[in-house]
Nanobody, 123 residues
Framework: QVELAESGGGSVQIGGSLRLSCVASGYISSFDCMAWFRQAPGKERAEVAAIHRDDRTLYVDSVKDRFTISQDNAKNVVYLQMNSLRPEDTAMYYC?????????????????WGTGTQVTVSS
């Protein structure tokens, strides 16, 4: 059983930056994709970004050019660098891992989930 643990969330002002980390108890290189999702109060969980085993990445339009997903296979860590943060980025952020699938940003395809880290952006 793989466990994922997120950290790095917090409260920042509009335009600020945060870097989220997701540490896996197993080898992330064994997964097809790692991804970040987020859930704002009263809304459904939504995709943010994904990174394939071969380092290809995919982002939703709302975070392109502001967020960067990366991974360190030696440390079994996936990062989400978030810049130019906006109030609409406020949410609980979840790390997820999947063994295989077709749609990188479909939450239904992810087998393992962390418990989340809260990000709050305010003026």
């Amino acid at each position: 059983q793989v466990e994922l643990a997120e950290s790095g969330g917090g409260s920042v002002q509009i335009g600020g930056s945060l870097r989220l980390s997701c540490v896996a108890s197993g080898y992330i290189s064994s997964f097809d994709c790692m991804a970040w999702f987020r859930q704002a109060p009263g809304k459904e969980r939504a995709e943010v970004a994904a990174i394939h085993r071969d380092d290809r990445t995919l982002y939703v339009d709302s975070v392109k050019d502001r967020f960067t997903i990366s991974q360190d296979n030696a440390k079994n860590v996936v990062y989400l660098q978030m810049n130019s943060l906006r109030p609409e980025d406020t949410a609980m952020y979840y790390c997820a891992a999947r063994s295989f699938g077709a749609n990188w940003l479909s939450s239904k395809e992810y087998n393992y989930w962390g418990t989340g880290t809260q990000v709050t952006v305010s003026s």
